[in-house]
């Protein structure tokens, strides 16, 4: 029999204790804490109250980050059950928490139990443990989402309990466990949102969904500072908030963890595990056996409550990169939650009227029946962490073998992420050939799998185009060479090991040699247009090259390469080339550039250091469009890349705004993905006519494509032309299965063009997500980017889309007026962590003056 049709309480009987339990929230905010906790325990009057501490009973007001953090200080310092630790700050600089809880005893050992309980995930120290004897360590963490209030708001029900109840039964709970609890994991997020829905609050409530409360604007409280979803940055740490977790993550190894969401307010509840044919292949189906184990405890506290709540359906367990899935690939049970939400304080819903106190109330239940579940089952889930770690590498892949001569950068982040994961990263000990790639000991490096985080290794390297299930809920691929344009290759045979990685240097930059006639760069570097812009904002003119040249440099020559910079010292109208030196050593060891003297102007082969092929580089002045309608999470990603890595300030305003002011300070309009109908076109095309460059990324080519801006023409994608019957069960899922989830795809790439400056190589991958397509263009000269003619590298596409795709443009660039439009079928700056495009974008904006610029100085008679 199906696991959920088999529960103890009929189907019929839940629905009406369901919905007799919201009715009764109708008529008043605030309810008793027997509503929530448990009534067969006492609780110490020395720990106070959520409610005592607040000042208003948890589910009447969506608590704030000063609240939480107050509250969950003063628990750590009454009780002596609790410690708690500060393991970051957010953008915002609020801080991040984790709290311990166990028994006064095991608090006293803590060191020495975190100690032992690693020794689980080392091979050679875990056969000889008693597990039998050893406390299981569960992980809580509430609200990756900041506009999912419900988990954050139940936390401080479950610290008071851990820290007050009393009894055996808690008693025990403390002694055989190690409880790790994140109140609020996006507290900028969060914040947002809870002074919106307390700001809109009414002292009667309004339940009604078009109420403003239920509706907070633009962006959201959903991401973080810059618009990030966080909850799909767990693998690839490109921010404060989950760096500072994943340390602690690693320190402990837990059992369990849990992931506390919430859904459409239609729903009901939420819980492991999803849907098991779309479980990635390299997590265990043991994995899966033991989420279901663990579901019963929670089906059996819902029960009791009358909530109503489903499994195998919706969600999935593909994409490491997420909370709830990371952990399975490291011998941990992840747990998702999702609880059907308020919004604000009390919405109609399908299924009667919802209070928030309702939905907090669900997720304090599951946090309890976790906790018991962990109980049960304490010894089974730590033999099974044990024997995960104890198994060995069954594919024939034997190492990942990586590098990158050209930027260093690169590598250096993804040892970063790879360290930090505890996957073991070694030098190579001789020069290798893999796949037919050349690798230099000196620059190259060996994640062998050979050792204990073999499958995690595996999940971030892995290529895969095969898979059980069409459908995902969330993306197909993320190979990180692929992700960071690192070359990379699948060793066969064991690859001789050389030192084994125990720090990870930022790769510093050098300037060679002093010239007072100019210095040069190339933009090989990632870091290169964060040191461009940094010498136009201190006054220094820059110009690129169009043509690769042979320089004179300190010690003989040097080929540079098509985007090489070029500062004039003695005719940029500064004196001070002591300054300029001194400024470019800073740069060097910032960003990992070299800088190379040039004494003169005089080149053996190419063009010489005056010639018109050096084109000047305007300084940018980007404006990029925000507000409703515009996708948060593509808009974020391009602030985060100019305000982080390029210190490149960038205006962000509204339509409305846009629409009525004055363009002329900006040099470079972006639109990132989003709807930009009541965009003032006439004001756009005049902007454009005369001199501006416009990008256009994914959703927003459309736009452009219809205004007339471009010439590119939206090819129509492939439909269902078959006349034969289909179930209509079917429908959602063939639908379903026609889209881009996610995945990797190579173009050819034209290095001669200024979107190629700085790549070394006529291919490149790129991710998708999306199904826009364009028809093949007129001028050979203005793709730079091409999908292959086989463009598939990683991930799912249907047949039909793949033949669509190849061989069409994945990027067009074109003269307007005297301004340029740039059109990106693709995301280049996907979730901060694929570098190996960003360098797309950013050529777009500090080159996109100069492509078809026209008759070159000199050229008259």
């Avoid at 970051?88 to 801080?95: A, H, I, K, V």
């Avoid at 104890?390 to 024939?396: G, V, Y």
């Avoid at 809920?473 to 344009?485: H, Q, V």
């Amino acid at each position: 029999m199906n696991y959920r049709y088999s529960f103890s309480i009929s189907i019929l009987k839940r629905a009406t204790a369901f919905l007799l339990l919201m009715l009764s929230h109708l008529s008043f905010a605030q309810v008793a804490d027997s509503y929530y906790l448990p009534q067969n325990v006492k609780y110490d009057p020395a720990i106070p109250t959520p409610q005592q501490y607040f000042g208003f009973q948890v589910g009447e007001w969506h608590i704030q980050h000063e609240q939480l953090v107050g509250y969950m200080k003063k628990v750590a310092e009454v009780s002596n059950r609790v410690k708690l630790v500060e393991y970051g700050r957010t953008y915002e600089n609020r801080p991040l928490l984790l709290l311990t809880i166990s028994s006064p005893k095991n608090l006293a050992n803590i060191d020495q139990i975190k100690a032992e309980h690693h020794k689980l995930v080392e091979p050679d120290k875990s056969s000889s443990l008693k597990t039998a004897d050893m406390p299981i360590v569960v992980w809580m963490g509430y609200s990756v989402h900041g506009n999912e209030a419900s988990g954050t708001n139940a936390s401080p029900l479950a610290v008071y309990y851990l820290a007050a109840a009393q009894g055996a039964e808690i008693d025990s709970v403390l002694n055989e466990s190690v409880i790790l609890v994140d109140p609020r994991i996006n507290p900028d997020g969060g914040e947002r949102f809870s002074s919106w829905v307390n700001a809109n609050k009414s002292m009667n409530l309004v339940a009604d969904p078009n109420s403003r409360e239920l509706n907070e604007t633009w962006p959201g409280g959903r991401y973080n500072h810059y618009w990030f979803d966080l909850n799909r940055d767990w693998l690839y740490t490109q921010h404060p908030e989950s760096k500072g977790r994943i340390v602690k993550y690693h320190e402990w190894k837990p059992n369990i963890l849990t992931d506390h969401h919430e859904m459409g307010s239609g729903s009901s509840f939420f819980f492991q595990p999803g849907i098991p044919a779309r479980t990635h292949p390299i997590t265990p189906k043991k994995n899966i056996e033991l989420t279901e184990k663990i579901g019963k405890f929670h089906a059996s506290a819902l029960d009791k409550i009358g909530s109503l709540y489903f499994t195998k359906e919706g969600y999935d367990d593909f994409y490491y990169g997420k909370g709830s899935t990371f952990p399975d690939a490291q011998g941990c049970i992840g747990i998702l939650f999702e609880q059907a939400s308020s919004r604000g304080h009390l919405q109609d819903t399908p299924n009667g009227p919802m209070s928030f106190a309702f939905t907090i109330r669900n997720q304090f239940t599951t946090t309890l029946s976790t906790l018991r579940a962990a109980k049960a089952m304490r010894q089974e889930l730590l033999d099974y962490q044990r024997s995960f770690y104890q198994e060995k590498n069954p594919s024939a892949t034997q190492a990942y073998v990586f590098g990158n001569t050209t930027d260093h950068v690169k590598t250096h982040e993804m040892i970063r992420i790879l360290r930090q994961h505890d996957i073991e990263v070694y030098r190579l000990s001789k020069d290798e050939t893999v796949e037919g790639k050349s690798f230099k000991k000196e620059n190259s490096y060996v994640v062998p799998l050979s050792q204990p985080q073999y499958r995690l290794a595996q999940g971030i390297f892995e290529k895969r185009t095969k898979f059980e299930d069409s459908l995902f809920y969330d993306i197909s691929a993320w190979g990180m060479p692929l992700c960071f344009n690192v070359p990379y290759g699948e060793a066969k045979t064991p690859v001789a090991l050389g030192e084994k990685l125990s720090k990870n240097d930022f790769p510093k930059g050098r300037v060679v040699g002093t010239s007072n006639y100019a210095y040069l760069f190339e933009w090989d570097g990632y870091f290169a247009p964060r040191a461009a812009y940094e010498l136009q904002k201190k006054g220094y003119k820059l110009k690129v090259a169009t043509e690769p040249f042979t320089g004179v440099i300190e010690g003989g020559t040097k080929s540079f390469d098509y985007g090489t910079v070029e500062i004039t010292a003695g005719g940029n109208q500064l004196s001070n080339l002591d300054g300029l030196r001194t400024l470019l050593e800073k740069l060097a060891e910032r960003d990992g550039i070299d800088f190379y003297a040039a004494p003169t102007g005089l080149t053996p082969t190419g063009i010489d250091l005056g010639s018109s092929y050096f084109a000047p580089m305007r300084a940018p002045r980007p404006l990029m469009i925000t507000g409703a309608g515009i996708n948060p999470n593509d808009a974020g990603e391009i602030w985060h890349l100019l305000d982080t890595r390029v210190n490149l300030p960038l205006t962000m305003s509204d339509i409305a705004q846009v629409n009525r002011m004055s363009l002329d300070k900006y040099n470079t309009l972006i639109l990132s993905s989003g709807e930009y109908s009541a965009l003032n076109e006439e004001k756009i095309k005049n902007w454009v006519r005369a001199g501006g460059t416009l990008i256009a990324v994914t959703d927003a080519v459309p736009w452009v494509a219809s205004k007339g801006l471009s010439p590119v023409k939206i090819k129509n994608t492939p439909a269902d032309t078959t006349s034969s019957p289909k179930p209509y069960a079917l429908a959602e899922r063939y639908k379903g299965a026609q889209l881009i989830a996610g995945a990797i795809f190579q173009v050819k790439l034209d290095p001669t063009h200024p979107i190629g400056y700085g790549y070394k190589e006529p291919t490149l991958s790129v991710f998708k997500d999306n199904t826009i397509f364009l028809e093949k263009i007129k001028d050979p000269y203005n793709a730079p980017l091409i999908y292959a003619n086989d463009p598939l590298v990683s991930g799912y596409i249907t047949e039909p889309n793949k033949k669509t795709m190849k061989n069409t443009p994945a990027v067009v660039a074109t003269a307007y007026g005297a301004g340029k439009v740039i059109v990106m079928t693709d995301n280049p700056n996907f979730r901060a962590f694929w570098y190996g495009t960003n360098k797309l974008f950013l050529n777009a904006i500090f080159f996109g003056s100069n492509i078809l610029s026209g008759i070159r100085g000199g050229d008259e008679d």
